[in-house]
């Protein structure tokens, strides 16, 4: 089992920067590959990035290549996502997930967090 809880959300101005964390708790993160998706009221959850279970392969959404690095602390158990030169359809919930594979899909991960609030102001 695995608990994860996201933070460092809140309301930035366009071009700003959020760093994410998703703090894990159990002894095995280390084996888990861990992803960020986020959603807004009325669409579905979408893919953002994903890293490795050994930090390595970090993949991202087109929409925020050059903008958002994925990045692991495996002795902290969290796992992060800076987030630069953001845009205000960057708004959303975004949230962590822990996966035993590899993927981009929601059905492919394990456990979720409750969600972090990004708001983007233009």
């Known amino acids: 089992q695995v608990q994860l809880v996201e933070s460092g959300g809140g309301l930035v101005q366009a071009g700003g920067s959020l760093r994410l964390s998703c703090a894990a708790s159990?002894?095995?993160?280390?084996?888990?590959?861990m992803g960020w998706f986020r959603q807004v009221p009325g669409k579905e959850r979408e893919f953002v990035a994903r890293?490795?279970?050994?930090?390595?392969?970090?993949y991202y959404r087109d929409s925020v290549k050059g903008r958002f690095t994925i990045s692991r602390d495996d002795a902290k158990n969290t796992v992060y996502l800076q987030m630069n030169s953001l845009k205000p359809e960057d708004t959303a919930v975004y949230y962590c997930?822990?996966?035993?594979?590899?993927?981009?899909?929601?059905?492919?991960?394990?456990?979720w967090g409750l969600g972090t609030q990004v708001t983007v102001s233009s």
């Open positions: 997930a822990a996966s035993r594979t590899l993927g981009l899909s929601l059905d492919q991960y394990d456990y």
């Open positions: 890293i490795r279970w050994d930090g390595g392969r970090t």
């Open positions: 159990g002894h095995t993160f280390s084996s888990y590959s």
